[in-house]
């Protein structure tokens, strides 16, 4: 059993290396991702990708970083929650690898609703997942903090935990989203979002989505993300 797991494991991740990136992928099912992830998407009724995630998670999967454009609705957050998941898994990552993904959203509610996507796409998964968003009592957070692989964060709870919980540990960091670029700019996040991003190794994924491709979203881009992929799907008007 242990083997056949490790099989699979070594199996995908050549699978991802090798990924052609020239073909029109269509359904979720053509793409080299974990039974659990394929069960999980196919119980929540995702079989076909919409254009943005065609675009965005071949890349993804093969380790680039990505800048995605494309406006509200149109399927941004499978376009980085499975990438997420599925980099995680592949490193066989466990509750004792700890922290190994921070999804940052502008808001709470958007937050929520990433972790309820998460939730639902990834319940065949044993990795844990946590929202910092505060609004809860912060004690409680620090308690539970430690416990979690994926985090969805808002950027000021984020920070705050960064700088006064004992114990947070950032640098096994893998994956980095930073969801509605746009939007973390325009509610003025920004040096929040700097000092987040020095606290976190080099040496990772970034994945950043945004409706629109403004200056300060381009030039966020060019700080935190590395010989990104640019994948915009914005339509003539
Ligand atoms: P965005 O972040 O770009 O605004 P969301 O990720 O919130 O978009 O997705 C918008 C809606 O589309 C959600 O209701 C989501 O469940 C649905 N959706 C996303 N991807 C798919 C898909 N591949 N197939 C069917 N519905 C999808
Ligand atoms: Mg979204």
Redesign the pocket.
């Known amino acids: 059993k242990r083997e056949e797991a490790l099989k699979e494991l070594e199996v995908l991740e050549k699978n991802c290396q090798n990924l052609p990136l020239n073909l029109e992928y269509e359904s979720?099912k053509e793409l080299p991702l974990s039974l659990l992830t394929q069960q999980g998407l196919q119980q929540s009724?995702?079989?076909?990708?919409?254009e943005?995630?065609r675009k965005a998670i071949p890349l993804a999967l093969r380790g680039r970083d990505v800048l995605g454009a494309?406006?509200?609705?149109?399927?941004?957050?499978?376009?980085f929650l499975i990438p997420v998941i599925e980099s995680l898994y592949r490193k066989s990552w466990t509750q004792l690898d700890g922290l190994g993904a921070l999804v940052i959203a502008p808001t709470r509610e958007l937050a929520i609703?990433i972790f309820e996507?998460l939730r639902k796409i990834g319940r065949k998964h044993s990795l844990s997942a946590g929202l910092v968003i505060g609004g809860k009592n912060v004690d409680v957070e620090q308690e539970r903090i430690n416990r979690m692989n994926i985090l969805i964060c808002t950027p000021g709870r984020l920070l705050q935990h960064m700088d006064q919980t004992v114990n947070f540990k950032c640098d096994n960091i893998q994956v980095l989203v930073l969801?509605?670029a746009d939007r973390i700019l325009d509610l003025g996040f920004e040096k929040t979002i700097n000092a987040i991003i020095e606290n976190l190794p080099k040496e990772r994924q970034t994945l950043m989505?945004s409706?629109t491709q403004t200056k300060s979203v381009k030039d966020l881009a060019r700080l935190s993300l590395e010989d990104p992929e640019y994948v915009s799907i914005i339509e003539d008007s």
């Not at 009724?45 to 919409?50: R, S």
């Not at 494309?70 to 376009?79: F, P, Q, R, V, Y």
Request: proline share 0%; net charge negative.
């Open positions: 979720f009724n995702y079989i076909e990708m919409t943005i995630q494309a406006k509200t609705g149109s399927g941004k957050t499978l376009a609703q996507v969801d509605e989505f409706a």
